[in-house]
């Protein structure tokens, strides 16, 4: 069976991937890349805790790749960072702020999810080697007690790569509109038609310098502005096709 959108949840304390049938989950047994067999269980949205759509080894995370974004370099290739498994959370997750900052931004981003292992891509081996779509809100880290605030500190703390609810499945390369809210308010819209580097050129780059591992996550950058988040707001990223995250 080929779904072309999955959660992948928790369910008591066992890990699923479960498809939409109307308002509940149809739980499936199998894997994104081996296929989805039915079993036959429903459960409700209210039952499960949603996970971070695939277990991937690290997001790497494209920067300023949307015009109107500052600094821009004039290097001919994209400049990205890493985030551990630790920094993943899933949809409707409480994000906590580490004691060194009391403010955070939001970066809704498009993401995109590894099918194999591969290294040192070709422009023409790209496609092949995605696996599908999912929403990713790349949070940094703001208003800090440091006095200096190294990358990996602003990037990677624990809960700051929200990711989900959905993988979708389906893997040709498109484009995709995104739109952020805070509380409510629509504070980010853009589109990945304008990316600087596309998704052939990003993961081109990346995989000439590390290994891209299977469920690993490529995050393509956010449009500008980008908003500030304070603790109590709620912030929802969504990207039409793939789904809603809301943390």
Same mark, same amino acid.
């Given at each position: 069976?080929?779904?072309?959108?999955?959660?992948?949840?928790?369910?008591?304390?066992?890990?699923?991937?479960?498809?939409?049938? #109307?308002?509940?989950?149809?739980?499936?047994?199998?894997?994104?890349?081996?296929?989805?067999?039915?079993?036959?269980?429903?459960?409700?949205?209210?039952?499960?805790?949603?996970?971070?759509?695939?277990?991937?080894?690290? %997001?790497? @995370?494209?920067?300023?790749?949307?015009? #109107?974004?500052?600094?821009?370099?004039?290097?001919?290739?994209?400049?990205?960072?890493?985030?551990?498994?630790?920094?993943? !959370? @899933?949809?409707?997750? !409480?994000?906590?702020?580490?004691?060194?900052?009391?403010?955070?931004?939001?970066?809704?981003?498009?993401?995109?999810?590894?099918?194999?292992?591969?290294?040192?891509?070709?422009?023409?081996?790209?496609?092949?080697?995605?696996?599908?779509?999912?929403?990713?809100?790349?949070?940094?880290?703001?208003?800090? !007690?440091?006095?200096?605030?190294?990358?990996?500190?602003?990037?990677?703390?624990? @809960?700051?790569?929200?990711?989900?609810?959905?993988?979708? %499945?389906?893997?040709?390369?498109?484009?995709?509109?995104?739109? !952020?809210?805070?509380?409510?308010?629509?504070?980010?819209?853009?589109?990945?038609?304008?990316?600087?580097?596309?998704?052939?050129?990003?993961?081109?780059?990346?995989?000439?310098?590390?290994?891209?591992?299977?469920?690993?996550?490529?995050?393509? @950058?956010?449009?500008?502005?980008?908003?500030?988040?304070?603790? #109590?707001?709620?912030?929802?990223?969504?990207?039409?096709?793939?789904?809603?995250?809301?943390?």
């Amino acid at each position: 069976m080929h779904e072309d959108r999955v959660a992948r949840i928790d369910w008591k304390g066992r890990v699923y991937y479960a498809k939409l049938e #109307g308002q509940d989950l149809a739980l499936l047994s199998g894997s994104p890349i081996e296929g989805f067999v039915e079993s036959g269980v429903h459960v409700t949205m209210e039952e499960v805790r949603f996970l971070p759509p695939v277990p991937a080894t690290k %997001l790497i @995370g494209i920067g300023a790749n949307f015009p #109107g974004e500052a600094p821009i370099s004039s290097d001919p290739y994209p400049s990205f960072f890493v985030k551990p498994p630790s920094a993943f !959370t @899933g949809h409707l997750a !409480t994000v906590e702020l580490p004691h060194v900052f009391r403010s955070v931004v939001a970066e809704g981003e498009l993401g995109v999810v590894i099918r194999r292992r591969c290294h040192n891509l070709r422009p023409e081996e790209v496609q092949a080697v995605i696996l599908g779509w999912t929403v990713v809100n790349d949070l940094s880290g703001r208003d800090s !007690t440091l006095s200096v605030v190294p990358p990996a500190v602003k990037k990677s703390a624990d @809960g700051f790569a929200p990711m989900g609810p959905y993988l979708s %499945l389906d893997p040709a390369i498109r484009s995709f509109r995104l739109t !952020t809210w805070r509380n409510g308010e629509v504070v980010q819209r853009g589109s990945t038609a304008d990316l600087r580097f596309g998704v052939v050129e990003c993961l081109v780059h990346i995989s000439s310098i590390m290994t891209l591992e299977p469920y690993d996550v490529v995050a393509l @950058g956010t449009p500008p502005p980008k908003p500030s988040l304070v603790p #109590g707001d709620e912030v929802a990223v969504e990207i039409e096709g793939i789904g809603r995250l809301v943390n």
